[in-house]
């Protein structure tokens, strides 16, 4: 086992060192489409010189070779400093801590709704399998795959959020934090959470009934039915465990995704999470050390928890470990 974790921590490095390195050439990459763009442009006024521009690229350190300056970015960030924010001058690292927690409770509270709505309509799906529910929970699924976060976004909003249709019952835009106030905090989480959780409960679905059916013919199965024990009992006290190894090992992939991909909905929904952050940056003129530093972030917490799910799947099924 600990030989399979070496081998999973040493994977981790290529990795890291790919997304670090991509993001500390995003100058370079800047400047392929266009030889005249500077990292520094956040920063820039009309009545600045080309010697002026040369003296802000020497102060953020962009006048130097690439790999001398990911090698000075790497000692920087092992000790917590990512570089501060070209347009305000805010560290890195503290718009990520005031950032982050808003993402992070936006993902797990998509991937908790898609958990609770898919696992028992999986469950039911493949007790049903080939009859009408079977077929009905096949149609839904198809249908919100089919349907985009950002097409989804506007229909909940138009429906839950915009005069004249079911009410205002939650708010469209905005944020609050948990601590200062709770319940505005859920309201506003509420529609963002389900629009990403839309998008995720179909493979749930699907990958529970499949493992289901599976289960559903083993001979302790039909061992349990045989003595009587009711239809539930038997789905969900010894079938649904042994069932949910593919679903746990998904459902951590998911949140590291979820985690990274937020931007659409974080932009539609006013959220002041990471996605907005970089979509602002980008405005900004391409703000350079925000964006590098809050995709590495991301991409580093993405890395840990695809870790953490192997780590944590080899320690529910020991038949892992011997692979």
Not at 110 to 115: D, P, R, V
Not at 135 to 141: A, D, E, H, L, V
Not at 257 to 283: C, D, K, N
Request: net charge neutral; no cysteine.
């Amino acid at each position: 086992m600990w030989r399979l974790l070496g081998r999973k921590v040493l994977h981790l490095i290529p990795v890291l060192f790919l997304v670090t390195f991509a993001t500390t050439a995003m100058p370079e990459m800047m400047k392929l489409g266009d030889s005249s763009k500077t990292p520094v442009a956040a920063k820039l006024t009309p009545d600045m010189t080309p010697a002026d521009v040369k003296a802000l690229e020497k102060e953020y350190g962009y006048d130097k070779p690439l790999f001398e300056r990911y090698t000075d970015w790497v000692g920087d960030a092992v000790t917590g400093d990512l570089g501060k924010s070209i347009a305000t001058d805010q560290p890195v690292m503290e718009s990520i801590k005031e950032r982050y927690p808003a993402t992070l409770e936006l993902a797990v509270t998509a991937l908790l709704i898609a958990l609770l709505v898919a696992v028992p309509l999986g469950v039911w799906s493949a007790a049903k399998a080939g009859r009408l529910p079977d077929k009905i929970m096949g149609g839904m699924s198809s249908a919100l795959l089919a349907v985009p976060p950002f097409i989804s976004s506007v229909l909940l909003v138009y429906l839950f959020a915009a005069p004249g249709t079911l009410g205002q019952v939650f708010p469209n835009t905005g944020w609050a934090k948990f601590s200062e106030d709770p319940g505005g905090n859920i309201e506003y989480l509420i529609l963002p959470a389900i629009v990403l959780a839309l998008a995720e409960i179909p493979q749930f679905l699907r990958l529970l009934r499949s493992d289901m059916l599976g289960t559903l013919q083993e001979d302790y199965i039909l061992t349990a039915r045989s003595k009587g024990l009711s239809t539930p009992y038997v789905l969900f006290r010894h079938a649904l465990r042994p069932s949910s190894f593919s679903l746990i090992t998904i459902s951590g992939l998911t949140l590291g995704r979820l985690i990274g991909g937020t931007v659409i909905v974080e932009v539609y929904f006013s959220i002041p999470g990471l996605g907005q952050s970089i979509v602002g940056a980008i405005q900004a003129n391409n703000d350079v050390p925000v964006v590098q530093g809050t995709v590495v972030v991301i991409a580093v917490g993405y890395v840990l928890l695809n870790a953490l799910v192997d780590i944590g799947y080899m320690l529910i099924d020991p038949r892992v470990r011997a692979r």
